[in-house]
Nanobody
Framework: QVQLVESGGGLVQAGGSLRLSCAAS???????????MGWYRQAPGKQRELVAS???????TYVDYVKGRFTISRDNAKATVDLQMNSLRPEDTAVYYC????????????WGQGTQVTVSS
């Protein structure tokens, strides 16, 4: 099992910034076998969607509408993944979820509890 604890959500005005952090904990075997780490979000009435992901070697992927505004980073030694969000827009309002994929003979996916991000206009 891997436990994920998120922090950093809140209320911000449009154009502002927030930084989300997620710390993974669990057995050393699982932590050392974390492959992809990422952030998803779910707005009211919408499906959960990928915002950004980062592989163990640092390769990043972003959904088009956050490119140039959001930056994902990770620290493999600390098993953390952060999402720096700049130039926030009201449409970025959602619950943001941390996600990690562990490879242990097959892939296991773990989710954080979610953190609310609200951007006011």
């Amino acid at each position: 099992q891997v436990q994920l604890v998120e922090s950093g959500g809140g209320l911000v005005q449009a154009g502002g910034s927030l930084r989300l952090s997620c710390a993974a904990s669990g057995s050393i075997y699982n932590i050392n076998n974390i492959n992809a780490m990422g952030w998803y979000r779910q707005a009211p009435g919408k499906q959960r969607e990928l915002v950004a992901s980062i592989s163990r070697d640092g390769t990043t992927t972003y959904v088009d509408y956050v490119k140039g505004r959001f930056t994902i980073s990770r620290d493999n030694a600390k098993a953390t993944v952060d999402l720096q969000m700049n130039s926030l827009r009201p449409e970025d309002t959602a619950v943001y979820y941390c996600n990690v994929v562990v490879f242990r003979f097959r892939e296991y996916t773990y989710w954080g509890q979610g953190t609310q991000v609200t951007v006011s206009s």
